[in-house]
């Protein structure tokens, strides 16, 4: 009898553990701000998480409904298909034992219309005998990216016609030509930085996830949490998040976590942070509150991210 009552508490441990992971799991794809989706090998979507509606328009209802073609526009379609071809036609060839995938950009059609662009990771889903049986997909707005390397790419167009019509003028002019080289290079290198800025805030910016306590210690955090503040998950581990905020903002921090409840148990809040060069930076962060599996609240989950560059026009317009 002991060790059968053993056993059952055993296991009654061990499917809370589990369904407070697939409920972590569940909230982490609801929460994240980019679009996670699956399909099958037919081309059929099986799963959208509720931020398609966000980037796309469509809920999740209507963009399983959607066909692939209905979702890009014909460039990008026949991108993927030819892809995804290619990646079945190398499936005999690969070692299935890793894991692959594939990342393309592709303009995404709306429900308005419009269209955007996205950043699509594709990865296969394979079953036991590691055959392929579906198609794991991660798609992030890029749209904003783009119109800034067309911008980039018009700009730099002018700075060369510009240079040559004034290199042609002053052909004559030894001194003035030098000039304009010296200009030239100034210009090539503020945009050769300006681009480094660039993909240092946009293309190289992922998703900080952790969890911590209600006395602000911190639980969990992923590898971007600890490269965005430079210190090891041992480091983070143990402490409390509020040494990584200015002094002057714990009190305003503490403050929207406090107004968390049951009832409503999620929220968005902008902070801001003092980054791993000392710098202060400003965040936006999603806070929900995770509760076991008798409604006990046990821990906050926070998904964020950086928003400095958003920040910085209304700065200098105040």
């Known amino acids: 009898m002991a060790n059968s009552s053993k056993t059952k508490e055993y296991f009654k441990k061990i499917k809370e553990r589990l369904s407070l992971s697939e409920e972590r799991y ?7 701000t980019d679009i996670i989706w699956t399909m099958d090998m037919n081309l059929k979507f099986t799963y959208f998480n509720p931020f398609v509606e966000k980037m796309l328009g469509y809920n999740t209802r209507e963009a399983l409904a959607l066909k692939i073609d209905e979702l890009l526009t014909p460039a990008s379609y026949e991108l993927a298909i030819n892809t995804l071809k290619e990646e079945l036609a190398e499936e005999e060839k690969k070692d299935k034992d890793l894991l692959r995938s594939r990342t393309l950009e592709l303009e995404h059609r709306r429900k308005d219309g419009s ?3 996205g950043e699509v990771k594709m990865t296969f889903i394979r079953d036991k005998k590691r055959k392929a049986v579906g198609i794991l997909g991660i798609s992030r707005d890029i749209t904003e990216r783009k119109r800034m390397e ?11 016609i510009r240079v040559k019509v004034r290199t042609a003028e002053l052909s004559k002019a030894i001194e003035d030509f030098r000039k304009e080289i010296n200009e030239r290079r100034r210009v090539e ?17 992922t998703e900080l996830i952790c969890r911590f306590l209600p006395d602000a210690i911190i639980t969990f955090v992923n590898d971007a949490y600890c490269r965005y503040f430079g210190k090891s998950r041992q480091e983070l581990i143990g402490k409390s998040f509020m040494q ?25 809040h902008e902070h801001r942070v003092i980054a791993a060069d000392g710098s202060v930076r400003w965040q936006q962060w999603i806070n929900r509150m995770i509760f076991d599996t008798q409604g006990n609240f046990i ?12 920040k910085k026009p209304a700065q200098k317009q105040s």
């Not at 569940?26 to 994240?32: G, Q």
């Not at 290198?189 to 910016?205: C, H, I, N």
């Open 244 to 268: 990584l905020i200015p002094e002057n903002d714990r009190k305003i921090v503490q403050e929207n976590l406090n107004k968390l409840s049951k009832e409503n148990p999620v929220m968005m």
């Open 299 to 310: 821990e906050y989950q926070a998904v964020g991210r950086d928003i400095t560059e958003f």
């Open 150 to 160: 067309e911008r980039l790419k018009d700009a730099y167009s002018e700075l060369e």
């Open 189 to 205: 290198e503020m945009l050769r930085e300006s681009e480094a800025r660039y993909r240092a805030v946009v293309e190289d910016q």
């Open 115 to 117: 269209v955007v662009w």
């Open 26 to 32: 569940r909230l982490l794809t609801e929460n994240v």
